[in-house]
């Protein structure tokens, strides 16, 4: 776990500060850290604001610059954080800012434990059924008193019918926050496509998330993340479903994002 302090009651969303976001090559990316993004969310669950939270990394940002639907999603998100450190990085390559560095296995147990004490209502939409069964009874031991108020995998294919009924399911229960876990730009894609039909304030997209939470899959060390070798480690667990992704994917990222930083310079 991290030294992160967390006090969540009756705080006033901070997404007006100047200093909340910092801009590069269009993306509106948070600037205040891990411990205020999951304060942030507690604040906007309570106060019930509508609030779409998404990620960006080096293979969401790669994939944006050949998808203009998913990078308009992407763009609109009331809260993009940096997923780690190729995008804090490249921020400060173009002299926009120094975001801190940001990866949801660092601070997810945070925002349960905020959750929990702050009494909101989670519902999650993730992984395999197998996985989210898994994740969600090692949730309940280590979070007695987080109130899951329901969960479904995320497998919902091209299947009307089955979403359909996830998203009556969800509103039925009323969450307050809805975790979506279906790798990008998937879960984007569904949030953004039905946000109009999901009674729920806030909306984080977590990626494969829940698969750590279940043990199916291992989150690198923490100093190995710390390093910005994280992307190696998980390639070295998945080599042949993550070599595309983190060999092509970061040369094509760094390709891309010293065009931005020099453009972003310019522009200053």
Known sequence: MNDYTFHCYN??????????FVEFDGYR????????FVNELAARAQARRPTRAFYLNAWTYVLAASDKAFRQTIRTAD????????VT???????????????????????????????LKVYFLAGKPYVIDRA?????????RLEIVGHHHGYLGERPEL???????????????????????KQESFVARHSGRLDVPVVWTVGAMLDYVAGTERLAPRWVGRAG??????????PAGKWKRYLLGNAEFVARVSVAAIRERVRV
């Open 163 to 185: 979403t359909d009924f996830v998203i009556g399911e969800i509103n039925r229960r009323r969450p307050d926050v809805l975790v979506v876990g279906m790798g990008s730009p």
């Open 136 to 144: 969600m009874l090692r949730l309940r031991s280590r979070f007695p």
């Open 79 to 86: 809260i993009l954080y940096p997923d780690g450190i190729s």
């Open 89 to 119: 990085g490249a921020c400060r390559l173009a002299g926009v800012g120094r975001p801190a560095r940001m990866t949801a296995g660092d601070f997810f147990e945070d925002f349960c434990r905020t959750a929990q004490d702050a009494r």
């Open 29 to 36: 990316i948070w600037n205040l850290g891990a411990a205020r």
């Open 229 to 238: 070798l994280e992307w190696l480690y998980r390639l070295w667990q998945d």
């Open 11 to 20: 705080l006033n969303p901070s997404h007006t500060k100047a200093d909340a």
